[in-house]
């Protein structure tokens, strides 16, 4: 189920809300049973099939992580009597076991999924031999739910997990605005929303906020990203035939589509939660106004980035073990976190890209010498923008088709422009709105109250939403696919 689609809009989510808020009156795990419940049926809308893998992903990382939590407990007691079972280097020895078996349990499962074929396909071309591929469907928002549980066992590991109800870790992985493409959140900032008995009771404040956030979301999602979505899938079919005007047209298509879709979803995700009275994390916060690669990372899918920096960069030693390994450990993350999108070498090099700017930026930082604002911003702009283009392409060659297209000047002829002026004037228009506008959450946190005209604005997004879909079926969103 799409959060665009009418059935979502005037069904699902009103009838959640309605019936969790409700039983909430008569006894609170009445609603969060609901609101899993729920969370499970939009899960299974689209494919039933993998309903049973996320409920035993779901029990068995419970399981797990109530394991690694209780077994500091149960030495501990048993040493308070004087009665030492195992020594505390072998305790924390089997502890660690438990954890990376857990581990490799998620890992193992997502790699199945997600990357048995890329590997065997890999193999095949690498040793020219024909092993049979999977041809598996990859379960819907198996990347999410995987890295947000291993945060989870991590967690555990540690002691920094405090709250152990098995229906509100359910719900902690389940809750379904952040299930299908998060934000990925933490068990610390999940469980106390879950727990806090006043969250059990409507809050026409927050049902205010979160529909107006929604909205906006909305509005950017079938109104810009769509129709950007048009010219993007024009482009990247038509490799072959472009010169540097609908290159350019193209990537920067896909650059402001990609923006403006995940900023939707995001946008969505935190409306829809907010009217459960849930406060996700902020996960996009206007990332194209950044000055320089680190910058556009604390501003782009941050819950995703900061799961990167605190379970991959710093396992790995972060910056510990002096420059050189700090660099590699920085180049691995972002290698992981484009194989993370997808098994493609498209994203291992979007991703090796990035960590090649961070290394850069990092050695540039050392020299001391500061670029003009303008210049620095430009720079990072136009750098995100190419390798959105490894991102989208379905292959190298492509990629690089449209990337040598870009700055292939001499083929520039007026006769042979395919772009059209509409195209270029949603590029111009919105992309603008990104560069200068107040992003969604900024405009919705500076509201005290909400005036007739922006009534009059969900209504019309609403309205233009069930026109929408009567005419074309709503469209998923991009990062769906990862």
């Known amino acids: ?221 079938i109104v810009i990203a769509d129709n950007f979505s048009i010219w993007v899938d024009q482009g990247f079919n ?33 409306g829809a939660a907010l009217m459960f009275n849930i406060v996700l994390p902020k996960n996009f916060n206007s990332p194209y106004k950044a000055l320089n690669i680190q910058d556009f990372w604390r501003r782009w899918h941050m819950t995703l980035s900061r799961w990167l920096k605190d379970y991959v960069y710093i396992t790995l030693g972060g910056n510990r073990k002096g420059n050189g390994r700090m660099y590699l450990n920085l180049l691995l993350t972002f290698i992981i976190g484009g194989l993370w999108h997808g098994a493609a070498w498209t994203f291992i090099l979007w991703g090796m890209l990035h960590g090649i700017a961070i290394i850069i930026h990092r050695l540039w930082q050392k020299i001391g010498y500061r670029l003009p604002t303008l210049l620095s911003w430009l720079i990072t702009f136009l750098f995100i923008n190419i390798t959105w283009v490894f991102f989208r392409a379905s292959d190298l060659s492509s990629a690089m088709k449209i990337i040598s297209s870009m700055f292939a000047f001499h083929r520039i002829s007026v006769e042979q422009i395919h772009t059209s002026a509409l195209t270029l004037l949603f590029i111009l228009i919105f992309g603008g709105i990104a560069f200068i506008a107040k992003n969604s959450l900024e405009i919705a946190d500076k509201k005290t109250s909400y005036t007739l005209m922006d009534s009059v604005f969900i209504a019309i997004t609403l309205f233009l939403s069930i026109i929408l879909s009567i005419s074309s079926s709503a469209s998923e969103f991009l990062y769906f696919n990862f």
């Open 1 to 221: 189920m799409l959060f665009n689609s009418p059935y979502f809009i005037f069904l699902f989510l009103p009838t959640s809300i309605i019936v969790y808020f409700a039983l909430n009156k008569l006894y609170a795990s009445l609603g969060k049973i609901w609101l899993v419940v729920a969370s499970l049926f939009f899960y299974a809308y689209w494919n039933t099939d993998y309903l049973f893998l996320i409920i035993i992903s779901i029990i068995i990382n419970f399981f797990i992580g109530q394991w690694l939590h209780s077994f500091d407990s149960y030495e501990i007691e048993k040493n308070n009597k004087n009665r030492k079972i195992i020594t505390l280097f072998h305790r924390n020895n089997v502890k660690k076991i438990i954890l990376i078996v857990g581990i490799i349990f998620n890992i193992a499962l997502l790699a199945y999924y997600k990357y048995f074929d890329f590997i065997i396909l890999n193999i095949n071309h690498l040793f020219n031999s024909d092993l049979p591929t999977l041809n598996l469907l990859l379960p819907l928002a198996i990347s999410f739910f995987t890295f947000q549980q291993v945060a989870y066992l991590v967690d555990s590991y540690k002691t920094e997990t405090q709250e152990y109800s098995f229906l509100n870790y359910c719900l902690f992985v389940t809750f379904f605005p952040q299930l299908i493409a998060g934000p990925i959140v933490h068990h610390k900032e999940m469980m106390p929303q879950f727990s806090d008995a006043n969250n059990s009771i409507l809050n026409i404040n927050n049902i205010a906020k979160g529909l107006f956030i929604f909205s906006l979301g909305l509005f950017k999602k």
């Open 238 to 270: 038509s490799t072959h035939i472009l010169i540097p005007l609908d290159a350019w047209a193209t990537s920067l298509s896909y650059t402001f589509q990609l923006y403006y879709d995940f900023s939707a979803y995001t946008d969505m995700a935190i």
